[in-house]
T-cell receptor, first 113, second 115 residues
Framework: GESVGLHLPTLSVQEGDNSIINCAYS??????FIWYKQESGKGPQFIID?????DKRQGQRVTVLLNKTVKHLSLQIAATQPGDSAVYFC????????????FGAGTTVTVRA | KAGVTQTPRYLIKTRGQQVTLSCSPI?????VSWYQQTPGQGLQFLFE???????NKGNFPGRFSGRQFSNSRSEMNVSTLELGDSALYLC??????????????FGEGSRLTVL
């Protein structure tokens, strides 16, 4: 069965607002998590990752938060722009299964002008 | 630096036929993974190759196979096509011999339609 899942399949955000995309996972053995962005007609693009021994990691305009207690992962996008419109996937990996990522179903983010 | 290149980008086949998809990884990347993407199942792992060896395989029937060549280019083959094989097949390459964070660079995919 699926080891990662997203809370909402779609998210509509006003341009300039912050976006929060959530993801739940079930396997305590996950060693790392990754967020990908997929624009229409393109392959997924790496955004940011976080190891299981971390709670937070920041990138350019993005922050990933990991709550291992409730097995929850979130991606926050600051000052959302039209170019952020895409499908966002969370994925998890394990060192014991190092060459395979398990992806969630994806959240479609639409940015309103 | 060229990205991951997949060919063909689009193809249409009929049930029972077989198909071969090709992937050229980013120069210097030796790990190549394949994923199937469908609206209903999302991204599903097919297999991963490194130095011509399959290191991991997903839960797909034996009709799905792959290989990797000495130049790291990879092909996947699906035999006896079924309607349910219609999907976007994504190839991803990685630099690391052992993926610590799973950073993969994806191609744009091969869109297969089975009629």
């Amino acid at each position: 069965g699926e080891s990662v899942g997203l809370h909402l399949p779609t998210l509509s955000v006003q341009e300039g607002d912050n976006s929060i995309i959530n993801c739940a996972y079930s396997n305590s053995a996950s060693d790392y998590f990754i967020w990908y962005k997929q624009e229409s007609g393109k392959g997924p693009q790496f955004i940011i990752d976080i190891r299981s021994n971390m709670d937070k990691r920041q990138g350019q305009r993005v922050t990933v938060l990991l709550n291992k207690t409730v097995k929850h992962l979130s991606l926050q996008i600051a000052a959302t722009q039209p170019g952020d419109s895409a499908v966002y996937f969370c994925a998890e990996g394990r060192r014991s299964n190092d060459y395979k990522l398990s992806f969630g179903a994806g959240t479609t983010v639409t940015v309103r002008a | 630096k060229a990205g991951v290149t997949q060919t063909p980008r689009y193809l249409i086949k009929t049930r029972g036929q077989q198909v071969t998809l090709s992937c050229s990884p980013i120069s210097g990347h030796r790990s190549v993974s394949w994923y199937q993407q469908t609206p209903g199942q999302g991204l599903q792992f097919l297999f991963e190759y490194f130095s011509e060896t399959q290191r991991n395989k997903g839960n797909f029937p034996g009709r799905f196979s792959g290989r990797q060549f000495s130049n790291s280019r990879s092909e996947m083959n699906v035999s006896t096509l079924e309607l349910g094989d219609s999907a976007l097949y994504l190839c991803a390459s990685s630099l690391a011999a052992k993926t610590n964070t799973g950073e993969l660079f994806f191609g744009e995919g091969s869109r297969l339609t089975v009629l």
